[in-house]
């Protein structure tokens, strides 16, 4: 069920990945190392409903880890009833558990009904994001 749900996630955001992404990112997602990230997934009446990606890494300006919370997805059938906010707050949860405040994520600027929730549960940043061509 995650490989539907992340493929889903893509699919929304006009992404793939080659299929040994989904190997290795699985894979990671069971590993040990430190710099792996991590899945919770949502569930309701026995079934997976939503899925989150976190991880933990360095930051240059603070001491502590920061959370980085990659990937969010609910089913659109399940979009409205909590499962989004109930994904971020473990996310919350799990940063406290590691001592980390700062948790951040990104979305794009059309994704509105995302973006009404994150409005209520977050903090919008100035930061606009660049990348490698």
């Known amino acids: 069920m995650w490989r539907d749900l992340w493929t889903a996630y893509l699919a929304f955001y006009e992404s793939r990945v080659a299929p040994e992404v989904y190997t290795s990112t699985f894979a990671r997602l069971l590993g040990d190392d430190p710099r792996d990230f991590n899945a919770l997934v949502a569930v309701h009446q026995g079934r997976v409903v939503g899925l989150t ?13 920061v959370c980085y919370l990659q990937d969010l997805y609910a089913l659109p059938e399940m979009r409205g009833k909590g499962v989004g906010r109930a994904l971020i707050e473990a996310v919350y949860e ?14 794009q600027d059309f994704n509105d009904t995302a973006r009404r929730l994150y409005d209520r549960i977050g903090v919008v940043t100035p930061f606009i994001k660049y990348q490698r061509p």
């Open 53 to 65: 990606h976190y991880l933990f890494h360095r930051h240059a300006w603070k001491i502590e880890e």
């Open 94 to 107: 799990a940063a406290d558990d590691h001592g980390v405040a700062s948790v951040y994520w990104l979305t």
